[in-house]
Nanobody
Framework: QVQLVESGGGLVQAGGSLRLSCAAS????????MGWFRQAPGQQRVLVAS???????NYADSVKGRFTISRDNAKNTMYLQMNSLKPEDTAVYYC?????????WGQGTQVTVSS
């Protein structure tokens, strides 16, 4: 089972950038499609971006053109480059595999965008 640790969040002003990292353990990371999810206060967790094992990507309309998902299979790590951040991007960000059932969720990383 893949275990996940997210990092890289923080407080940033609107228009700023952050780069999130997702460190995964286990040998399955390389073959799994992975995704970044976020959960804002009082809202459900939603998918933000996904990437296949081969590097094909998809994005939610709300982040398209601003966020870039990538992965380094040699380092068992996935990234989310977030540019032109908006206050509505404020949330706890999580990574997980796309295949159901999901593996255990990590602690997430808080992203707060001030206006």
């Amino acid at each position: 089972q893949v275990q996940l640790v997210e990092s890289g969040g923080g407080l940033v002003q609107a228009g700023g950038s952050l780069r999130l990292s997702c460190a995964a353990s286990g040998s399955r990371f390389k073959i799994e499609a992975m995704g970044w999810f976020r959960q804002a206060p009082g809202q459900q967790r939603v998918l933000v971006a996904s990437i296949t094992s081969g590097g094909s990507t998809n994005y939610a309309d709300s982040v398209k053109g601003r966020f870039t998902i990538s992965r380094d299979n040699a380092k068992n790590t996935m990234y989310l480059q977030m540019n032109s951040l908006k206050p509505e991007d404020t949330a706890v960000y999580y990574c997980n595999q796309m295949r159901l059932p999901r593996t255990s969720w990590g602690q997430g990383t808080q992203v707060t965008v001030s206006s």
